[in-house]
């Protein structure tokens, strides 16, 4: 019998900080430890992944140092995304093969807990062919990007609840100008908050990750972007990837 999936709670934590917790647990797993699922709210901050360069901000330095927003780059995949107050974050750190996973079963996973939990929240979100990560009918709900290094997974995924949409119009999100947003409150659900979700996504978090789905180990190729595709809804086996020890997938 697999080991239950550990759950951490960070409360708001900034990402540097909350980034060490990953590579810290990271090391735990390679080293024989437990998986575990991070759980955190991060302050305003803007996260550029493998993929994206500082043309992605469309505001100056200056612009953010005075609106308090920091900007890092995140070793992800895909490309900018904000992370701030009212966004649930979570960073399973999880060694994929021994669960069943492969890269994209896993992204598919992420996306599933999503999912799950906007249906608990009465809110209907999907998968989307414009990306990674969850949609509404009104805009992207909630973004997925990982790595995998030597096979086990940091970063992950991040749900809008209360966040403030505004700031996702200081960058071009995804890759994509224009790319339409919301969030759980935006979509009329009333009350809610980070703190009020939290007992369903460690719920629904556990489950999803303790092993993998029916279809199984998959193996995409190891780039920033998977392509979209009903492979990636029930993932399809496929050759391994060439070019060493790491993935990423990404927003």
């Given at each position: 019998?697999?080991?239950?999936?550990?759950?951490?709670?960070?409360?708001?934590?900034?990402?540097?900080?909350?980034?060490?917790?990953?590579?810290?647990?990271?090391?735990?797993?390679?080293?024989?430890?437990?998986?575990?699922c991070?759980?955190?709210?991060?302050?305003?901050?803007?996260t550029?992944?493998?993929r994206?360069?500082?043309?992605?901000?469309?505001?100056?330095?200056?612009?953010?140092?005075?609106?308090?927003?920091?900007?890092?780059?995140?070793e992800?995949?895909?490309?900018?995304?904000?992370?701030?107050?009212?966004?649930?974050v979570?960073?399973?750190?999880?060694?994929?093969?021994?669960?069943?996973?492969?890269?994209?079963?896993?992204?598919?996973?992420?996306?599933?807990?999503?999912i799950?939990?906007?249906?608990?929240?009465?809110?209907?979100?999907?998968?989307?062919?414009?990306?990674?990560?969850?949609?509404?009918?009104?805009?992207?709900?909630?973004?997925?990007?990982?790595?995998?290094?030597?096979?086990?997974?940091?970063?992950?995924?991040?749900?809008n609840?209360?966040?403030?949409?505004?700031?996702?119009?200081?960058i071009?999100p995804?890759?994509?100008?224009?790319?339409?947003?919301?969030?759980?409150?935006?979509?009329g659900?009333?009350?809610?908050?980070?703190?009020?979700?939290?007992?369903?996504?460690?719920?629904?978090?556990?489950?999803?990750l303790?092993?993998?789905?029916?279809?199984?180990?998959?193996?995409?190729?190891?780039?920033?972007?998977?392509?979209?595709?009903a492979?990636?809804?029930?993932?399809?086996?496929?050759?391994?990837?060439?070019?060493?020890?790491?993935?990423?997938?990404?927003?």
């Amino acid at each position: 019998m697999r080991a239950p999936i550990a759950w951490r709670w960070l409360g708001r934590r900034a990402y540097e900080s909350a980034l060490a917790v990953q590579e810290a647990c990271w090391r735990a797993r390679r080293a024989g430890g437990y998986d575990t699922c991070i759980a955190v709210e991060h302050p305003p901050t803007i996260t550029l992944g493998k993929r994206a360069t500082r043309s992605e901000l469309r505001v100056s330095d200056a612009v953010l140092v005075a609106r308090g927003i920091a900007c890092v780059a995140a070793e992800r995949g895909g490309w900018a995304t904000y992370h701030g107050p009212g966004q649930l974050v979570l960073y399973p750190i999880v060694a994929l093969a021994a669960r069943g996973f492969g890269v994209a079963s896993f992204v598919c996973t992420l996306e599933q807990i999503m999912i799950e939990l906007a249906a608990e929240a009465g809110v209907v979100a999907r998968r989307d062919p414009r990306g990674h990560g969850v949609w509404t009918e009104h805009g992207k709900l909630g973004a997925v990007g990982i790595r995998v290094r030597d096979g086990v997974s940091l970063h992950g995924l991040a749900l809008n609840v209360t966040t403030d949409l505004d700031a996702f119009a200081l960058i071009r999100p995804c890759g994509v100008t224009g790319l339409p947003v919301t969030s759980l409150a935006a979509e009329g659900v009333r009350p809610v908050s980070v703190a009020r979700i939290l007992p369903a996504a460690e719920a629904i978090a556990r489950r999803a990750l303790a092993a993998a789905p029916p279809f199984g180990v998959d193996a995409p190729p190891l780039d920033a972007d998977l392509p979209r595709s009903a492979s990636l809804v029930r993932p399809q086996p496929a050759p391994p990837a060439r070019g060493g020890s790491m993935a990423e997938a990404g927003i």
